[in-house]
C-alpha cells in the first residue's frame, strides 16, 4: 500500500510542480508513515512542508494544491489536510484486510525484502580468546545475531563472522597466567602477577596439562624469578613484571610455549563457540588473527602504505599518519622493538575484508572502543576506500542487578558473570529479549527477577504469551470438534469492524515497515517494540472478544485475523532468536 500511495503522490507531484511551471524543482523524497491516532487515517505525508522552502508557498496551500492532482483511487476512501500541511490518507477498510490473507498465505516468508541491498560482512562479540563470555559480551553477541537476521530479512546479503585475537601480547599473558597455575598444581609456589588472567577457568586449563604433561614444565621458583623484577606488589611495573615472565616461560619452556598456549587457546575458544550455539548464535566465518601474519598480509598491508607515504618513523618506531584523515593523531604500527602493534594487524584485517568484496563491512564494537573508530576509518581512506564502507556500532555495556541491586564486576580479576550463567538462570529468549530492548548505544539495566518472572510485567513472557493464546484458541476449536475454514474466514473479512480488530489489522500493516526501518537503521529494538505494541493489542482483543461463537462467517474471520497475528509474532521473535512456544 505504501509503495500505491507513494506513485500516486509522485504522479499528482509531478502535475503539481507543472502547474506552477516549477519543473526545474528537485523533488523530494517521499515520506508516507503510519497515522498513530486513527482519526487520521492509515498513512500520513509531510511533503507540502519539504516543498514549502523551494516553493516559497505556506505548506498548507501546497498541500491543498496538491491534493487536487491526487488520482482518483478505489483504494483510498479520503483523503483530509491536517495542521500545517499534513495530507492524511484514508484507506478502504476491504483493502486493509488483504493483509491478513497475504499473511496467512505467505506465513513465514511475509515481509521478507528481495535481495537486492548489497553484500554486508558483519563482524561482532570477536572478544579475545582469553577467558570465557561474561555479560557484556552477552549484549554484543545478541545484537548482531539479531541485526543478521533483519538485514537478510530487508534484503541484505550478509556474512557473519568472529575475528580471532590469537597472536598478541594478551596470548603471551594466558600463556604464562596457565603456565604459573600449572606450577601451583605441581606444588611450586608461584606468585601470580597482578596483570595476569585470574579464574577458575586458568585452574581448569593448568590441571589438564599438569594431567597431560605430569611435571614435565616445572622449574624451580628460585630459577624462576631470577631476574625478574617487582611486581606492583612489590613497587614495581606490572608491566614489566608480565613481559620478564613471558621472557622467562619462552626460554625455559621453549617449544612446550608453543603447546601452553595452543592448548589454551583452544580449550577457551571450544568453550566461547559452544556458550554462542547455545545462545543461538552461529558464524559463517571463523577467521584467525594469526593467519594474517603467516600469510605476510600484515607486511604487505604496511608496505602498500608505506610506499602511499602513509607511514614514516619516528623514535625507532612505525607510525601510520592517521591524524591526517581525522584522528587526533598518529598511531604506532611497529613498535621499536619490531612487534607489531593490534592496530597493524586491524588495517590488514579490514583490508582483507574489503578484497573479498564487501559492499559494507559492519563492526559492532564495546562503548569503550570509541576512541579506536577514527584511526580505523583512516586507514581504510589510506587504504583506496570510501570511509563510509566502515561502519562501526557501539554497544554499551549491560549492568546486572538483583533484588534491586548492582551485581560488581571485574573481568581481570575473574569475579564477574559469564553469559553462560546468566542464560542458565534466566533462559536463552529472556535474555536474547533484554539484550536488544534497548538502543544498542543506551545503558542497559538487566534486571534477574523480572526476566525470570512470569508476569506481564515481563514483556518476553507477554509476548510468548500472545502467542500461546492463538494456539490455545485453535486448540480449544479442535477440542470442540469445530473447523477453521480458511476460505469463509477470507470471504468474509469485512465482518472484521470493532475498533479493536481494526486496531490489529493497522499493526500488522506496519511490520514491513517496522522491518526495513530496524534493518536501515541497526536497530534491532525497534522490533522489540514493535511486538510488544501488537502483544498489548492482541491481549486486549483477546479479552474483550470471543471466537469460537456460533456465527460461523464471524468465527473464522476472526480465526483468521488472530492467527495472522500468531505468525507475525512467532516471525519477528525469530528474528531476534527467541522462541515463540504455543503453551506456558
Known sequence: MREHLSSLISQAL?????????????????????????????????IAMQLAGSLKTPSRKIAQKLVKFIPVDDSITKVEIAGPGFINFFINANIQTQIIETILRQKEKFGLQPETGGEICLEFVSANPTGPLHVG???????????????????????????????GRQMDILTVSVWLRYLDLAGISAEFPANGYQGDYIWDIAAYIRQEMSD???????????????????????????????????????????????????AILSNIRHDLEQFRVKY????????????????????????????????????????????????????????????????????H??????????????ADHHGYIPRMRASITALGYKPEKLQIILVQFANLYRAGKKIPMSTRSGSFVTLRELY?????????????????????????????????????????????????????????????????????????ESAKEQALIKRLHQFEDTLVKAAHNFSPHYLAFYLQELAHEYHTYYNSHKFIIEDSALRNARLCLINAVGIIIKNTLSLIGVSAPNKM
Do not use: C
Open 216 to 266: 614435565k614444565f616445572t622449574i624451580d621458583a628460585s630459577a624462576l624469578y631470577h631476574n625478574i623484577r617487582p611486581d606492583e606488589s612489590q613497587g614495581g611495573d606490572k608491566e614489566q613484571h608480565i613481559d620478564d615472565l613471558i621472557a622467562k616461560a619462552r626460554t625455559h619452556l621453549q617449544q612446550n610455549y608453543q603447546y601452553i598456549l595452543l592448548t589454551a587457546l583452544k
Open 137 to 167: 559480551h552477552g549484549r554484543g553477541a545478541a545484537f548482531g545475531a539479531s541485526l543478521a537476521n533483519i538485514l537478510r530479512a530487508a534484503g541484505f546479503a550478509v556474512t557473519t563472522e568472529y575475528y580471532i585475537n590469537d597472536a
Open 353 to 366: 575484508k574489503l578484497n573479498r568484496g564487501f559492499d559494507t563491512l559492519i563492526n559492532i564494537w564495546g
Open 424 to 496: 542458565d538462570e534466566v533462559g536463552v529468549d529472556a535474555t536474547r529479549f533484554f539484550y536488544i530492548m534497548r538502543k544498542s548505544d543506551q545503558h542497559l539495566d538487566f534486571d534477574l527477577d523480572l526476566a525470570k518472572s512470569q508476569s506481564t510485567d515481563n514483556p518476553v513472557y507477554y509476548i510468548q504469551y500472545a502467542h500461546a493464546r492463538v494456539q490455545s484458541v485453535m486448540s480449544r476449536l479442535q477440542e470442540q470438534k469445530l473447523d477453521f475454514d480458511i476460505d469463509s474466514g477470507l470471504a468474509n473479512l469485512k465482518l472484521l
Open 14 to 46: 509531478d502535475k503539481l510542480l507543472k502547474s506552477l511551471d516549477a519543473g526545474h524543482t528537485a523533488k523530494p523524497k517521499i515520506q508516507l508513515d503510519h497515522s498513530k491516532n486513527p482519526a487520521h487515517g492509515e498513512f500520513s505525508s509531510n
Open 284 to 351: 559463517d566465518n571463523w577467521f584467525s588473527e594469526l593467519s594474517l601474519a603467516d600469510n605476510e598480509e600484515i607486511d604487505q598491508t604496511l608496505h602498500k602504505l608505506e610506499a602511499k607515504k602513509y607511514i614514516y618513523e619516528k623514535h625507532g618506531a612505525k607510525w601510520f599518519k592517521s591524524n591526517k584523515h581525522g584522528d587526533e593523531k598518529d598511531r604506532v604500527v611497529v613498535r621499536e622493538n619490531g612487534l607489531k602493534t593490534y592496530f597493524a594487524s586491524d588495517i590488514a584485517y579490514h583490508k
